[in-house]
């Protein structure tokens, strides 16, 4: 996961299972056996860089609404989605608006 070495210990499942916020009861039913596998997953945090290199390891395209709100259905380049207000390209057109900043994950103390 990069060049820093504590980093060297991570379990691929481990950083998936904190990169997709995946609760534990979606997906197992005995939590005895699937804590051992997750505990740890809940002290990583990942930095700002590593989320986006996770996110563009792979090129995915949202399709309609998506690439048609966020107006990448248009332009050339990477299609991307249109998931919030300031990222629409018909509100772009209309004026300068105000948004409120989207929920960021809780980060751990060191």
Do not use: Q
């Not at 056996?33 to 997953?41: N, Q, S, T, V, W």
């Amino acid at each position: 996961m990069g060049p820093r070495g504590d980093r060297g210990d991570w379990l691929i499942v481990r950083v998936v299972c904190r990169y997709c916020k995946w609760r534990w009861r979606m997906w197992c039913r005995k939590p005895h056996m699937c804590f051992p596998l997750l505990e740890p997953a809940v002290h990583i945090s990942l930095m700002d860089e590593e989320v986006n290199t996770i996110e563009n390891a792979y090129e995915f395209d949202p399709g309609f609404p998506h690439t048609f709100l966020s107006g990448s259905m248009f332009a050339e380049g990477p299609p991307k989605g249109g998931y919030s207000p300031d990222v629409v390209w018909w509100t772009k057109m209309l004026g300068t608006f105000d948004w409120v900043e989207g929920a960021k994950p809780i980060r751990p103390h060191p």
